[in-house]
């Protein structure tokens, strides 16, 4: 048999300072299969190293979106144009962008001023004495309770389509029968 073939199989990495062999979700489940390229390898290496252990790593961890995607020049001059000293603004901006040429990261260095200068970019204004007004988000809405006012009748006539549903669409038995 020849061991070289023109396949090259990927998703292990063998250890022999710790004796382990690393594989990924997917060579794992593929070796699972009899007469995969994945399971003849998995045998033959714990053939010749039987007390070698396998270790599956588990798949890619989820990130959180950036809370600053969609953010570009662009939105950000969109922002400040609609402000009472937009052109005072963006006279800053303009500097402050002519200045993030020698850091590593310009945009970086242009967003963080950005939102030091307006942290409530992100909330809803509202509309207050003819001023755009941010308030800060206090987490969740809170809850009211309205009353609603049912007379005996209405109450009566729901239940009544209750009990006469079809027991045929449920598969149970008619209530109030």
């Known amino acids: 048999m020849n061991n070289r073939e023109?396949?090259?199989?990927?998703?292990?990495?063998?250890?022999?300072?710790?004796?382990?062999i690393t594989v990924n979700y997917t060579f794992k489940k593929a070796s699972?299969?009899?007469g995969t390229p994945e399971y003849k390898l998995l045998k033959?290496?714990?053939?010749?190293?039987?007390?070698?252990?396998?270790?599956?790593?588990s798949?890619?961890?989820?990130?959180a979106p950036s809370k600053f995607k969609n953010l570009t020049y662009k939105k950000m001059r969109e922002y400040i144009?609609?402000?009472?000293?937009?052109e005072e603004m963006n006279a800053v901006m303009d500097t402050i962008e002519i200045q993030s040429k020698g850091q590593s990261s310009p945009y970086k260095f242009v967003r963080d001023w950005f939102m030091e200068q307006f942290p409530n970019y992100r909330n809803i204004p509202?509309?207050?004495?003819?001023?755009?007004?941010?308030?800060?988000?206090?987490?969740k809405p809170k809850a009211r309770i309205i009353r609603i006012s049912v007379t005996e009748e209405e109450t009566a006539a729901a239940e009544k389509k209750v009990a006469d549903f079809p027991a045929s669409s449920t598969g149970n038995k008619k209530v109030g029968a």
């Not at 023109?6 to 022999?16: D, E, M, P, W």
């Not at 144009?81 to 937009?86: M, T």
């Not at 509202?126 to 987490?139: F, H, P």
């Open 44 to 57: 033959d290496v714990l053939a010749d190293f039987p007390a070698m252990t396998i270790i599956i790593k």
């Open 32 to 34: 699972e299969e009899y």
């Open 59 to 63: 798949g890619r961890e989820k990130k």
């Open 81 to 86: 144009s609609v402000l009472d000293n937009a």
């Open 6 to 20: 023109n396949t090259t199989i990927k998703g292990y990495k063998i250890n022999f300072t710790n004796n382990t």
């Open 126 to 139: 509202k509309l207050r004495n003819g001023k755009l007004v941010y308030e800060k988000n206090e987490g």
